[in-house]
């Protein structure tokens, strides 16, 4: 069988050895439960804070500032209900394209009539209009949540995070981003950024599943999502996921030391392969800003659709190449992508979002643009 090329890294990534190797004590010897006040539970204990540490050093913020949580959806949940709840918002302004773990809930808030939802202008880009932003603040009565991803995760398009930071300053509003893409993918300064929440997820920079980070700015007090125990300093009851907690603070420790190689490596991958589909298909589009202000990682990519280009993405997989249509949240659902539908709602075209980490090669895409030839033309 021939070896797969996976081009799906902003669905989730391969575990680094180096990450399983640090966790891979805390999956044996060293099982004691966090609280327990005996030796096992006093070295799990140490594990986490010391990681709780290495996180918060990374992003240059206080350790009383950095939760574990069990990933990114967990953690925008949190910031957000929080900010309806404990922080007195009664308007929320987001976007059309944010991941669904931001969009279901603020809809939700929304519809019960726990806060009032705008979502702010985009471009055909995905660029969130500023001056509308600033409108819509400016017109709130009452307290705003801002929530607006820094990148987003199906065509990778970024917003100015110190930009809409310092407008939500400007007009007393509480600023979430949902950073899922970047953390450990771009270097963040939370000391020095204007910001109350922040989100990141374990897998999406080679570290394990189900173990993610609320970063909630030390002047915001909020009260707990899951109740019942007072683990993560009384904020999140539930024994730690301790040995996911150590491989998320190797992960983004290995990734901030690779950060100049790797972003350099990976871009141009990326580079190379919108260049090579450029020179293969006549009529291919990307959505996004690809080569201006957009993640690396990521080329969201549109072919005209046809009898053959219909079935891309199922075509792909036989082919073993692993690609998505949009987020993997949503892979399972017939609907296609919210996101391409908000920015270029083209019946006539099929979209492919292609992304790309350090263990991607220029062969694997040109072994990419070969079968993509053979499917398409």
Not at 2 to 23: G, S
Not at 143 to 165: Q, S
Not at 308 to 334: H, P, R, V
Request: charged share 20%; aromatic share 8%; net charge neutral.
């Amino acid at each position: 069988m021939t070896d797969r090329i996976y081009l799906d890294n902003a669905a989730t990534t391969a575990l680094d050895p180096n990450v399983l190797e640090a966790m891979m004590p805390y999956l044996t010897e060293k099982f004691g439960n966090p609280s327990s006040i005996y030796s096992y539970g006093r070295e799990s204990r140490l594990a986490i804070e010391s990681s709780r540490k290495t996180v918060a050093k990374i992003l240059n913020a206080h350790p009383a500032e950095i939760f574990f949580t069990s990933g990114g959806t967990e953690s925008s949940n949190t910031a957000i209900i929080a900010a309806i709840r404990d922080l007195g918002c009664t308007n929320i302004i987001s976007s059309v394209i944010e991941h669904h773990a931001t969009l279901h809930t603020v809809e939700a808030m929304d519809c019960r009539g726990e806060a009032k939802l705008s979502n702010v202008r985009l471009n055909a880009h995905g660029q969130i209009d500023m001056a509308h932003l600033e409108q819509l603040l400016s017109t709130n009565s009452g307290k705003t949540l801002v929530t607006l991803m820094h990148a987003n995760n199906e065509i990778g398009t970024m917003i100015d995070l110190h930009g809409v930071g310092n407008l939500c300053k400007k007009y007393g509003a509480i600023f979430h981003s949902d950073t899922v893409q970047t953390v450990g993918h771009f270097p963040i300064d939370l000391r020095n950024t204007p910001v109350h929440f922040i989100t990141g997820a374990g897998h999406k920079f080679h570290g394990p599943k189900g173990v993610g980070i609320l970063y909630v700015n030390e002047n915001v007090k909020i009260k707990p999502y899951i109740n019942g125990g007072s683990q993560e300093r009384n904020m999140r009851a539930g024994t730690e996921n301790l040995y996911g907690i150590v491989g998320f603070a190797k992960a983004l420790e290995i990734a901030t030391e690779g950060y100049e190689r790797d972003s350099t490596y990976i871009r141009g991958l990326k580079l190379y392969a919108s260049d090579q589909l450029k020179l293969r298909f006549r009529n291919v589009r990307f959505n996004g800003d690809p080569f201006g202000n957009s993640l690396y990682t990521v080329l969201s990519v549109s072919f005209p659709k046809n009898e053959k280009s219909e079935m891309l993405l199922f075509n792909l997989d036989i082919n073993n190449i692993c690609a998505s249509g949009g987020s993997a949240c949503t892979s399972g659902a017939e609907q296609g992508s919210h996101v391409i539908r908000a920015i270029n709602n083209d019946p006539n075209l099929v979209t492919v979002r292609f992304s790309f980490c350090k263990h991607n090669t220029k062969t694997e895409i040109d072994t990419l643009v070969e079968r993509l030839a053979s499917l398409i033309e």
